[in-house]
């Protein structure tokens, strides 16, 4: 039972398939060439910068017919815009793929502004939009390339290289050379000076130490005129003198 229903099922569809018509193929097949009757469709090539600052738009197309040169005269079906519909551009097509056709002059300011073709045949419209993006500018290596490559023709490609770095070297800084005589200390007047400056540097302030000393040499000065001046016992000099140094003594314990 499962068998013949399986067989009746693929006898069926066996039968749908042979009855569908062969016409009923899509027309757009890209196996199929089509020596007339097709479309043509507009592409844009890139752009170029002129000298004065202004650029060209460089537009072509794609007949899709391998044998018919369909016309389509410039109007309603062969038409730019924005502006004039008629921007030179051809109203007989060639065969296939023509590439560099024409030309288009827009100003310097033309910026993101976009220049669109219109081509419309047989009932299909396809459209062709001209900018300025970085990616579409044309150079003689790229129009070469499309043109069959740069063993076909006279251009030649600059030769590839691997990027490299390089390393610029600090400026060497000059030395100040003095200058003859050297540099003078200039002296500050008497009224600027500090009370604890003598003659150009400044004196620090007495600390313990300083007081010590001072306070030594005034006994030294009392010994001396004990020695001039006094009763001349040898005792009383050595009595001053080491009282002297128990003042250091204290000082620095």
């Given at each position: 039972?499962?068998?013949?229903?399986?067989?009746?099922?693929?006898?069926?569809?066996?039968?749908?398939?042979?009855?569908?018509?062969?016409?009923?193929?899509?027309?757009?097949?890209?196996?199929?060439?089509?020596?007339?009757?097709?479309?043509?469709?507009?592409?844009?090539?890139?752009?170029?910068?002129?000298?004065?600052?202004?650029?060209?738009?460089?537009?072509?197309?794609?007949?899709?017919?391998?044998?018919?040169?369909?016309?389509?005269?410039?109007?309603?079906?062969?038409s730019?815009?924005?502006g004039?519909?008629?921007?030179?551009?051809?109203?007989?097509?060639?065969?296939?793929?023509?590439?560099?056709?024409?030309?288009?002059?827009?100003?310097?300011?033309?910026?993101?502004?976009?220049?669109?073709?219109?081509?419309?045949?047989?009932?299909?419209?396809?459209?062709?939009?001209?900018?300025?993006?970085?990616?579409?500018?044309?150079?003689?290596?790229?129009?070469?390339?499309?043109?069959?490559?740069?063993?076909?023709?006279?251009?030649?490609?600059?030769?590839?290289?691997?990027?490299?770095?390089?390393?610029?070297?600090?400026?060497?800084?000059?030395?100040?050379?003095?200058?003859?005589?050297?540099?003078?200390?200039?002296?500050?007047?008497?009224?600027a000076?500090?009370p604890?400056?003598?003659?150009?540097?400044?004196?620090?302030?007495?600390?313990?130490?300083?007081?010590?000393?001072?306070?030594?040499?005034?006994?030294?000065?009392?010994?001396?005129?004990?020695?001039?001046?006094?009763?001349g016992?040898?005792?009383?000099?050595?009595?001053?003198i080491?009282?002297?140094?128990?003042?250091?003594?204290?000082?620095?314990?």
């Open positions: 039972m499962h068998a013949r229903a399986v067989w009746g099922l693929g006898t069926a569809l066996v039968m749908i398939l042979s009855t569908r018509p062969y016409a009923q193929l899509p027309s757009d097949v890209g196996q199929i060439h089509h020596n007339s009757g097709d479309n043509v469709a507009p592409v844009f090539e890139g752009w170029e910068k002129n000298p004065d600052g202004t650029f060209n738009l460089v537009f072509g197309y794609l007949n899709r017919n391998y044998q018919e040169e369909p016309e389509i005269p410039v109007g309603p079906n062969n730019f815009s924005p004039p519909a008629d921007q030179g551009q051809p109203a007989h097509f060639y065969p296939r793929r023509q590439q560099f056709m024409f030309k288009i002059k827009v100003p310097a300011d033309f910026g993101r502004k976009e220049l669109v073709w219109t081509l419309t045949r047989n009932g299909k419209t396809e459209k062709a939009y001209g900018t300025l993006l970085m990616v579409e500018e044309l150079t003689p290596v790229v129009i070469s390339e499309n043109r069959g490559g740069l063993g076909n023709d006279s251009v030649t490609a600059k030769p590839n290289q691997p990027p490299t770095i390089a390393a610029s070297a600090w400026p060497r800084q000059r030395r100040r050379q003095s200058q003859p005589g050297g540099c003078r200390r200039r002296r500050a007047p008497d009224n000076r500090s604890h400056q003598s003659g150009d540097r400044q004196a620090k302030p007495p600390g313990p130490r300083g007081h010590l000393d001072a306070l030594a040499r005034t006994r030294q000065a009392d010994v001396r005129s004990d020695d001039h001046g006094g009763d016992r040898e005792g009383d000099d050595t009595r001053h080491q009282g002297a140094g128990d003042v250091r003594g204290q000082g620095v314990r």
